[in-house]
């Protein structure tokens, strides 16, 4: 297991590392957007999501 958990960190890492120098950006500052920008952006947008699906549904009386 901890085999497998060390590959899947190490392909996120290399991930992380590629994507910064094809975007010409350095790995902080691609760490910087990623984690603090675009995840919770993406987060917020899924909550509100389901949040707007929740008040659209019709109230099902049991």
Do not use: H, Q
């Amino acid at each position: 297991m901890n085999k497998l958990l060390e590959k899947i960190y190490w392909f996120c890492t290399d991930f992380c590392v590629n994507a910064s120098n094809i975007l010409g950006i350095s790995y902080e500052e691609f760490n910087f957007w990623l984690f603090l920008v675009l995840m919770p952006l993406g987060l917020l947008l899924l909550v509100m999501l389901n949040v707007w699906k929740y008040l659209l549904r019709p109230i099902s009386k049991s």
